[in-house]
C-alpha cells in the first residue's frame, strides 16, 4: 500500500512540471428504466446517463474515477479504452484479468495518466454488461500552446451503437445453450445515445401503453445544429455490441484526420467505416444549400441486418442517402488501406520482429456448445484474475501450458470451407511474452460453420497501441506477405478489422508491464472466446492496490 502512495506522489510531483491537473469523477452506476429508441428497457447509466459523463482531459492529466456499483444485484469493471494504463495495469478495468470485479455496493477508484492526446472510449468489462448502456467517450486535449495540424471551428463527439430489446442475461443465455440462441440483429442503431424504434411493430390489445411511446422525449432524434461556413471535427466512435457501420452526412463529404488517438494522412470519403472500438476523427466543412436539413446516418455493413437511421421529427426533404452495399467487402478493405500515418507525425516500427504469432479465428464447437477460437482454443476467464495470480505466484488457477503460436496444420488448412472436424477445446491458458521484445501479429479469418460466410472481427488489444504493417485477402503467406509489410508510415491504433477470408498483419512492442487481454470486439463473440491474454515484464509490475482483489483465490487479500 505505502509503495502505491509513493509512485502516486511521485507521478504528481513529476506532472505538476508540466502543470498537469487531476481530474476527479464520481460516478453512480445503476440500472433505470430509459427508452433510448422508444422502447422501455433496463438500461446501465452513470449518474443519471447513457451515454455517461464524457471524461474531458488535457495530455499528462492523472484521470480519478470512484466508481460505486449500484447495480444491486450484479458485479462491474470499467475499460478505460485506448488509454495504455503505463504504470497502471490494475487499473485497465478488465475482470479477470487485472482486477476482481467490483461487487454490488461497493466502491473502487480507477486512476491513470492520459498520457497522449486523442479520442478515446470507456465501457463496461464484465460479462456483457458493456450493451446494456455502459459507455462513453474520453476526450484528451493537447498540452497548452500546441496546436493539432488541422483546423475546425467546433469540436463534437458522437458515440455510435446498435441497440438491442432483450437483456444482456437473456442473450448470455441463449449463447450458452443447447439449442443455440443466436442475439440476432439489433433492433435499433443509437447515434450519441438515440434511435427510433417503429412502436407499431409491437402494437397489441395487451401491450402496456407506455412500453414503447414513439413520442418519448428520450428517442428524439440527435440533431446537430451547424453555422454555414464553419469546419466541424467531429470525433465517431463505435460502441456496438455486434454491428459494423457506415457512417455518413447527407450531400457531405469528409475528411478523415484521426484514427484511435492518432493522426492520419488525410483521406477524403463520402462515408466512414467504423467498426466496434474504434473511433475516428473526420472535418466537416458546412458548404451546402442552408435552408435545409442533411441527414446524420449509419447503417449496418457486413451482415445482412435492416436496423437503419430512424426517420427524425424535422425530416430531411429526401429519403435517407441509400448508404453502402451491406456485403460488398472491396470498398471497406479499400478504406482500411488507404488510412495511414500523418506525415510529420510518423513512429516508425521496428524493422524486424521477434516472434510472429499466426491467430486463425475459427467457430467452433465444444461438447456440442458453439464457440469462437484462435487456434482451435477457445478462450475462458480463470475465477482468480490473471495479474494477481501471476504477481502473487498462484500458479494452479489457470492453465499454465502455452497456447500455440499457430495452428498445427495451418499449411493445410483451408480458411473457405467449414473445417472437417469443427470441434474445438477451452483453456484459459496465456501467451507469455518476453519484456521489450518486438511481436507480430497475423490475424486470419475463415468460413464460419455456415457454409460461404466469414464474419467481420474487430480486435482491441489492450496495454498498447500496435503498428498496422497490412491486410490481404485469402490465406497469408508466410514467406511472401511480410516482404509486403507497410514499415514506411503504417498507422498505429488499438482496435483493428479482420475482413472476411482476410487477413491483418500488426506490430507491437511488448513493453508494458502486466496482463493485457486481446480480443475480438464484438461482444457476443468475446463471450464465445474469441480473445487472448498477453502477459508481458510482469516481473517489473509493483506492489498491487489490494482493491483489486478479494476474488477467487484473493478472497483474503483485500485489506479493509
Ligand atoms: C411501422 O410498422 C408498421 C407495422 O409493421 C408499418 O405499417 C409502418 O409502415 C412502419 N412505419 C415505418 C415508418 O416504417
Ligand atoms: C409518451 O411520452 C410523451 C412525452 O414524454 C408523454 O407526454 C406521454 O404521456 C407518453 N405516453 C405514455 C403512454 O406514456
Ligand atoms: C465528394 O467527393 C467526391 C469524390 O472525391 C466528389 O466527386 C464529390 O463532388 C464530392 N462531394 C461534395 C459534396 O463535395
Ligand atoms: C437479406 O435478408 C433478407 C431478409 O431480411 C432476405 O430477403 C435476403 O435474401 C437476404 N440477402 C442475402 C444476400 O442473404
Ligand atoms: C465432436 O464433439 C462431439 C460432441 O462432443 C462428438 O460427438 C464428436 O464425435 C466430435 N467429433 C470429432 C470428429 O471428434
Ligand atoms: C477435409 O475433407 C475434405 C473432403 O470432405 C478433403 O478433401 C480434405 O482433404 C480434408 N481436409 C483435411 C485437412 O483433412
Ligand atoms: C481442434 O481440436 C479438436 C479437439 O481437440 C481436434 O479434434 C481437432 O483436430 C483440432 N482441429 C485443428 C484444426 O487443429
Ligand atoms: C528496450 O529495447 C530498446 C531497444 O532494443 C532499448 O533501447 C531499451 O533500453 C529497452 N528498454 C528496456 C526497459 O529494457
Ligand atoms: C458456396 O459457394 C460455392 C462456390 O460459389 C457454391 O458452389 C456452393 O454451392 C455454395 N454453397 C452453399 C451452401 O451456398
Ligand atoms: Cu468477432
Known amino acids: 500500500m505505502s509503495r502505491l502512495i509513493a509512485l502516486f506522489l511521485c507521478v504528481l510531483a513529476t506532472m505538476a512540471l508540466a502543470e498537469a491537473r487531476i481530474r476527479r469523477y464520481k460516478w453512480d452506476v445503476k440500472y433505470e428504466f430509459k427508452s433510448p429508441d422508444c422502447y422501455k428497457k433496463l438500461v ?34 470499467i475499460h478505460w479504452h485506448g488509454i495504455r494504463q503505463i504504470g497502471s495495469p490494475w487499473s485497465d478495468g478488465t475482470e479477470g484479468v487485472t482486477q476482481c470485479p467490483i461487487f454490488p455496493g461497493d466502491t473502487f477508484t480507477y486512476r491513470f495518466v492520459v498520457d497522449r492526446p486523442g479520442t478515446y472510449l470507456y465501457h ?112 465517431i466512435s463505435s460502441m456496438t455490441a455486434l454491428s459494423a457501420l457506415s457512417f455518413q452526412i447527407e450531400g457531405h463529404n469528409m475528411t478523415i484526420v484521426e484514427a484511435d488517438g492518432h493522426y492520419v494522412e488525410p483521406v477524403v470519403a463520402q462515408n466512414l467505416f467504423i467498426y466496434s ?29 435492416t436496423a437503419t437511421t430512424p426517420p427524425g421529427l424535422r425530416v430531411p426533404p429526401t429519403g435517407p442517402p441509400a448508404g453502402p452495399i451491406w456485403n460488398d467487402v472491396a470498398p471497406r478493405l479499400a478504406q482500411s488501406l488507404a488510412i495511414k500515418a500523418r506525415q510529420g507525425y510518423i513512429h516508425t516500427p521496428p524493422p524486424k520482429s521477434d516472434r510472429a504469432i499466426v491467430f486463425l479465428n475459427t467457430q467452433n464447437k465444444i461438447d456440442g456448445y458453439f464457440h469462437w477460437s484462435v487456434n482451435n482454443v477457445s478462450f475462458t476467464l480463470p475465477h482468480t484474475p490473471y495479474l494477481i495470480a501471476l504477481k502473487e505466484n498462484l500458479h494452479h488457477v489457470f492453465d499454465q501450458s502455452p497456447p500455440p503460436d499457430r495452428l498445427r496444420d495451418f499449411t493445410n488448412y483451408d480458411i473457405y470451407r467449414v473445417a472437417n472436424n469443427t470441434n474445438a477445446t477451452s483453456s484459459n491458458a496465456i501467451y507469455r511474452l518476453k519484456f521489450n521484445t518486438t511481436v507480430d501479429i497475423i490475424l486470419q479469418n475463415a468460413n464460419t460453420l455456415t457454409a460461404n460466410t466469414s464474419e467481420t472481427h474487430p480486435w482491441h488489444l489492450h496495454g498498447h497501441d500496435f503498428w498496422v504493417l497490412g491486410y490481404g485477402t485469402g490465406k497469408f503467406d508466410a514467406d511472401n506477405d511480410p516482404k509486403k509489410y507497410n514499415l514506411v508510415n503504417p498507422i498505429k491504433k488499438n482496435t483493428v478489422a479482420v475482413h472476411p477470408y482476410g487477413w491483418t498483419a500488426l506490430r507491437f512492442v511488448a513493453d508494458n508491464p502486466g496482463v493485457w487481454v486481446f480480443h475480438c470486439h464484438i461482444e457476443p463473440h468475446l463471450y464465445m472466446g474469441m480473445g487472448v491474454v498477453f502477459e508481458e515484464g510482469v516481473e517489473r509490475v509493483g506492489k498491487l492496490p489490494s482493491e483489486i482483489m478479494g476474488c477467487g483465490e484473493t478472497k483474503g487479500f483485500k485489506r479493509p
Open 124 to 235: 463496461a468489462h464484465y460479462g456483457m454488461q458493456r450493451a446494456a448502456g455502459l459507455y462513453g467517450s474520453i476526450q484528451v486535449s493537447l498540452p497548452d500552446g500546441m496546436a493539432e495540424p488541422f483546423a475546425y471551428d467546433y469540436d463534437k463527439s458522437i458515440i455510435l451503437n446498435d441497440w438491442y430489446h432483450k437483456s444482456t442475461y437473456e442473450q448470455a443465455a441463449g449463447l450458452s445453450s443447447i439449442p443455440f440462441g443466436w442475439v440476432g440483429e439489433p433492433q435499433s442503431l443509437l447515434i450519441q445515445g438515440r434511435g427510433k424504434f417503429n412502436c407499431s411493430k409491437l402494437a397489441s390489445p395487451t401491450l402496456d401503453p407506455t412500453a414503447c411511446n414513439a413520442t418519448s422525449s428520450e428517442c428524439l432524434p440527435y440533431v446537430l445544429t451547424v453555422i454555414p461556413g464553419k469546419t466541424y471535427r467531429l470525433r
Open 277 to 305: 472500438g474504434e473511433t475516428y476523427s473526420v472535418l466537416i466543412k458546412i458548404d451546402q444549400e442552408p435552408s435545409r436539413n442533411y441527414w446524420i446516418m449509419t447503417n449496418i455493413v457486413s451482415r445482412n441486418a
Open 44 to 77: 446501465i447509466i452513470i449518474n443519471g446517463r447513457s451515454p455517461g459523463p464524457s471524461i474531458l482531459a488535457q495530455q499528462s492529466d492523472v484521470v480519478v474515477v470512484e466508481v460505486t456499483n449500484g447495480l444491486v444485484t450484479e458485479n462491474l469493471a
